[in-house]
């Protein structure tokens, strides 16, 4: 995300919704849009998140976010408005009071992600996800027979990390549904799993962590190995596509270290 406020065109396109803009300041989270702002105008107050209007993957992860959000009231913020106009496309969200999460060991936000997680173990399978079928890791599956037991009908947010799950006084909100598809109910809880062994946790802590979350702990163990060896493929590659990304390297390492214990 870059710290540049948007263009004249952009505020012209949501000021329609907002009103007249009294304040706007960048957010502290986010990477994947173009504009991520917070919005005081006349009209409300909103967090507003912006792509440049252009055919490709950013379009349809957005036109997803916008269908999925009705169904996710529950555990997201409500989608306020959206427009796609000119150069540009935006959603407006209403403002929660959250901040982003901290995976560390010893994290008090801790309690209300894995709440989180539960909830969104929670909600039916959208209609309109049906059709979203969870592929992203069948490229690093040992084959067919392996990738089977990614499929599943349950919801999946298919990101979760401390910028994406949102702790305040009033409990935790996932927000950036950029890509929920329908796959096995253990792909969240085992995202948060990597994440947890990421910020510190020893492989068998985080594992008893989020032993809380149904849908871990009724999930089938084979399918949860399978998908943590995926990771590791996946990072493996990426590592090696682009070694200036140091961070592939400690994912790399991460999943390295869950695969291991896993398979002591």
Do not use: C
């Amino acid at each position: 995300m870059s710290d540049r406020l948007p263009d004249s065109e952009f505020l012209s396109l949501v000021e329609q919704f907002t009103g007249p803009v009294k304040e706007m300041r960048p957010t502290k989270r986010g990477f994947s849009s173009d504009v991520l702002i917070l919005v005081d105008g006349e009209l409300g107050r909103f967090f507003v998140k912006g792509i440049r209007n252009a055919s490709g993957g950013r379009r349809e992860e957005f036109v997803r976010e916008r269908l999925i959000n009705d169904s996710v009231q529950s555990v997201s913020p409500r989608l306020s408005w959206h427009t796609d106009g000119g150069d540009w496309m935006a959603l407006g969200f209403e403002r929660v009071d959250a901040e982003p999460s901290r995976f560390e060991p010893g994290s008090p936000d801790l309690p209300a992600v894995l709440d989180l997680l539960g909830r969104i173990g929670e909600i039916p399978l959208p209609d309109l996800v049906a059709n979203w079928p969870e592929t992203r890791w069948d490229a690093f599956a040992d084959g067919p027979e392996e990738a089977r037991l990614l499929r599943g009908d349950s919801l999946i947010h298919g990101d979760v990390a401390p910028g994406n799950f949102l702790v305040g006084p009033a409990g935790g909100w996932a927000v950036d549904w950029s890509w929920p598809t329908r796959g096995a109910a253990f792909i969240d809880p085992a995202f948060l799993v990597l994440q947890l062994i990421a910020a510190g946790h020893h492989p068998e802590n985080a594992e008893e962590l989020v032993a809380q979350v149904p849908a871990w702990s009724k999930s089938d163990p084979q399918g949860i190995d399978v998908f943590a060896r995926a990771n590791l493929r996946m990072f493996r590659h990426r590592a090696e596509r682009y070694p200036d990304q140091s961070w592939l390297r400690d994912m790399e390492a991460t999943a390295q270290a869950w695969v291991d214990h896993r398979s002591a």
